[in-house]
Structures are given as structure tokens and as C-alpha cells.
């Protein structure tokens, strides 16, 4: 078994742990409460989690929330905190970014290691050790991230990790890695869920993966969808899509459970794709776990 895979088995109890870090008041004052004024950045992974907290604490009504790339950081804006993510701690730009923020803004990292300088440096730490990884592609940092923020905002997650080990006990789709094409479509939170599920497949794989929010897809992308495709709905698309989807050609995956538990079996598909092409998914081509910039 690759590193990649255990880390992706791993995750019921991962999110068991996360459920039980914020139940037990864990990361009490290191996460923004309610009525702040919060940016929340990251790169590549990261950033997809970034972009899922920002809509789940607008959704939730805690106040406004920003998603930047750390490259791409606007710090002109006010804001009250700023929660900086990377597994590692270690990523360049990230670093940077929480180096250049405004005086007097309160900072939190969520972070797997809290020895980096990302931890180090922030004025509050989520650390995640639970969640540390060994694999180049991250699975349950992402994950662990994501529901730490959902029950952090008040979502009863009681159910999800039992969910999740049915779901990875059972076997993926027939047929579904023979396909050369995957579409990932989500609504809300989940959009950027299916963003994470695409990149899993160009990392671990070199497979041809794109995402939409759910309803764009009919506005131009539907038209590359054939015979080869899958088009995999993360949460509940509108079945009406779902049927649209199929008289491509298309082989539709939407059974409308939790987005993070979709995104397991896209990660175990990632890994069969790779399987099938020969290459070895803890260690993608012209990828390492940090980028580290001279």
C-alpha cells in the first residue's frame, strides 16, 4: 500500500479527531468568531480549502470571509484576522504572505506540523499533527481542515466518519477507471471540493480532470463530454443536470451524499489511475510536499 492510500483510509479517524479537537474547545480563540472581518489564504490544496471555509462561514452567517491564493493576497482591505494554511508550514508563499500582512491583524495558521515557521510565526495555531502526512498529494490534512472548519461553525458532523469507512469499504464503479476524462461539479461549499477532487487526478494520476460549479457546467464544458467521460457530482447536483450529463455519453456518479465523503473515493480514484499508468502516487512528477523558493 502507497503512503497516499493509507492517508486516504485514515480519514474516518481523522475527522473523528478533528470533531472531537473542537468539541473539547481545542482551538478556542485561534478560529474567527462570529462578526470578523476574516482572509483566509493558501496554495494549491490549501487554497481549495481555503475557498470551501470562506463560503461555509459566509453560508453560516458569521461574516464576511475572503479566499486569496497567497500569491495573490489584496492587503489593502480590512480585516480582522487572517488564517494562514499549509500542511507543511513550510510553503514560500505562504510564508511571505503572513510576513507582509497589516500590523495588528490577528493571524492563525492551520498547519500539520506545529514546529514550522508557519506556527511559529501566526499569533494563534490549529495544529493538525493528527493529520500529518507522508505522501507528496495530500488527502486527510485537506479533509481534516475542512471539517475542523465545519464544526467549528456549528455543523453537526456526528454521522460523517462512519460514512466515510462505509464509503471507502466499498469497492469504486465499475469500469470507472477505464474512463479518460473526469468532470467534478459542485454547488456552494462543495464547487471547491470538486476543484480539490480534479487536482487529485492531475497530481497522483497525470489525469485529464477538470471542475465546475455545478450549473456552469451546461454552459459551454458539457459539450467535450462523451463515451470517455466521467462526470462525477460532489454533494447534490440538480438531477436534471445528472440526466443532461448522461445523454452525452457520460458515465454520471450522483448519489448526493457529503462532498467530503465524495472526495474520498475521487482520491482512491486518483490512485487506481494511477495504478493502471504505472506511476507512483506518493511521488508526482516535478512535485515535492512544499514548495520552498530560493
Known amino acids: 500500500m502507497t503512503f ?18 473542537v468539541a473539547a474547545g481545542a482551538y478556542a480563540g485561534a478560529l ?6 476574516v482572509a483566509v489564504i493558501g496554495c494549491g490544496s490549501s ?3 481555503a475557498r470551501a471555509y470562506a463560503r461555509l462561514r459566509e453560508d453560516a452567517g458569521h461574516g464576511l470571509t475572503d479566499a486569496y491564493p497567497a500569491s495573490e493576497l ?9 488564517v494562514f494554511i499549509s500542511r507543511t508550514g513550510t510553503t514560500s508563499e505562504v510564508l511571505a ?18 514546529d514550522a515557521p508557519l506556527a511559529r510565526e501566526t499569533s494563534h495555531a490549529v495544529p493538525l499533527d493528527f493529520a500529518s502526512e507522508r505522501s507528496v498529494v495530500s488527502s486527510q490534512f485537506i479533509t481534516a481542515a475542512i471539517v475542523v472548519a465545519r464544526a467549528h461553525l456549528g455543523e453537526d458532523l456526528t454521522a460523517l466518519p462512519a460514512a466515510a469507512a462505509a464509503a471507502l469499504a466499498r469497492p469504486l464503479p465499475a469500469g470507472l477507471a477505464d474512463r479518460d476524462e473526469f468532470t467534478f461539479l459542485g454547488a456552494g461549499w462543495a464547487a471547491f471540493v470538486a ?6 487526478l492531475r497530481e497522483a ?6 471542475s465546475y460549479p455545478a450549473l456552469e457546467f451546461r454552459h459551454g464544458p458539457i459539450s467535450v463530454s462523451d463515451a470517455s467521460t466521467v462526470v462525477w457530482g460532489i454533494g447534490a447536483i440538480p438531477p436534471s443536470l445528472a440526466d443532461d450529463s448522461a445523454r452525452t455519453g457520460a458515465l454520471v456518479i450522483a448519489d448526493g451524499g457529503d462532498p467530503l465523503v465524495a472526495l474520498t473515493g475521487a482520491q482512491r480514484l486518483a490512485v487506481a489511475l494511477a495504478a493502471r499508468k504505472g506511476i507512483n502516487p ?8 512544499s514548495v520552498i523558493l530560493a
Do not use: C
Open 4 to 21: 497516499l492510500e493509507d492517508e486516504i483510509f485514515s480519514q474516518p479517524r481523522s475527522w473523528q479527531t478533528a470533531i472531537d479537537h
Open 32 to 37: 474567527p468568531g462570529p462578526g470578523e472581518r
Open 47 to 49: 487554497l481549495n480549502v
Open 74 to 82: 489584496v492587503t489593502t482591505r480590512p480585516y480582522d484576522r487572517m
Open 97 to 114: 504572505a503572513l510576513r507582509g500582512a497589516p500590523a495588528g491583524v490577528a493571524t492563525t495558521s492551520i498547519t500539520a506540523d506545529r
Open 195 to 200: 476543484d480539490e477532487a480534479a487536482l487529485k
Open 205 to 210: 494520476s497525470r489525469s485529464w480532470a477538470e
Open 282 to 289: 506518493d511521488h508526482p512528477r516535478a512535485l515535492s510536499r
